[in-house]
């Protein structure tokens, strides 16, 4: 099981930044509370990712799906953007060697290549390398209607269909929602091999289900692990017992210092291969919790700001500001016990004998040394942090660790009294790029748009 020590965010060690026993029981109460509301929902099937937890039939038809294409590809090439996305990612990064030691072409086991946007001249790149070996397209949305994921699935089927011919339907598949949306209907007609995404689970909260399934199980991870992982972590979380659980510390911490002015949320892995978790709780956290409106209603400003760091490499970056710039932070380690080789350092050649002190050890200690050094470094400065300690990175652990933050969010979300589950700001902008793009029923946003175009060119240097 992972571990969550937060003795540097407790006055009693940190002193006056710290929280208090009486804070931190009245916030922890209020988490409960949450909790409580929350294990209700789940009784009742309206929890959507913890649900989704127990649908086997789900697991089982996403393993088959992958194992049809085993032995087969070289190449699975997502396309998909933000929650559709970031738990591939993040599985990717985590369990399988980097991209550069990979030889797809030797090993049984593809590699991972995610279309996460539109830069035309990346995707160019990534396309080049799609097509030069065998590959399988996923297309990942849940609305179907995502204007990044939807130019390139266009994109991406002329492409195909040149290539392959009548062929090109053997090389996609898709994932999204299973009745709703212009995918489902393309699907429908085409007669695509595709998987749903079940209808209560929006994007941010999807990676266990196929969205991020489908292409870990192409890539040979474990899903049962993970899976396993994850409902330990469920079903420990909503035994509601005496002691709080991991999430609801996490969700009373954060929350509980953002009332503070600790407003920006440091993620920062000890461990490369954790970096793109960073990428997939800032989405969570911050598009689940940075709202407007209470549910009630009222205006509330929710949220904190995620921000990525990566130890021990930040430590030569970010960490100054961390350790002496304004008292707005709020440090999440995430800590590796073991990692799968710990490098032994060796003896130092003549001419770097001061190097030596390091002789002995290895880079395993050593990043994990660093971690606590800068973590007590922190604490010296006043400065709150918590670690997160995972015994071991495969598919076990890195579902305990999803599974906790998407509880931990909403949980927050309960706090903060808000709903995590939507994103209502997003939506002008997205309308706005539809009126600027053509797109029928949106003349009138365009016009809108005419005040900042007309008035911009004085404030522009060169005028
Ligand atoms: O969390 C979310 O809901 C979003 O980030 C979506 O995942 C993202 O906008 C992509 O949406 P879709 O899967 O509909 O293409």
Redesign the pocket.
Known sequence: MIKLDYRFAVKEIIRKNGLGKTEMDAVLKKARTVLKELAKQRAAGGLGFANALSDREMLRKTAELARHFEGRIENVVAL??????LGARTLAKALLPEPLAQNPALEKRPRLLVCDNIDPDWLKDIFKIAFSGPSLFLV???????A??GSQLLFLINKLKQVYGEGWKDRLVAV?DPEK?ILRKFVNQHHLKSLP?PAQV?????VLTP?GLLPAGLLGIDLEQLMRGAIEMDEMSFKLSKDFGPAELLAAIYFQFAGKGRKILVMMPYSNKLSDFSEWFA??WA?SLGKKYSLAGRPVRAGSTPVRALGATDQHSQMQLYLEGPEDKLVTFLKLDKFSEPLAIPAAPAGLEELSWLTGHSMAELINVELFATSASLAREGRPSLTISIPKLDAYHLGQLFYLFELATVIAGGLWKINPFD?PG?ELGKQYTYSLMGRKGFEEKKKELEQFQKKGGQYCWPK
């Open positions: 998909g953007i933000g929650g559709s996305a990942i949305s849940k609305s179907g209607a995502t990044e994921t999204t949306g995404v929006g994007g941010r909260y999807s969205v989405q969570l598009e994103q997003v």
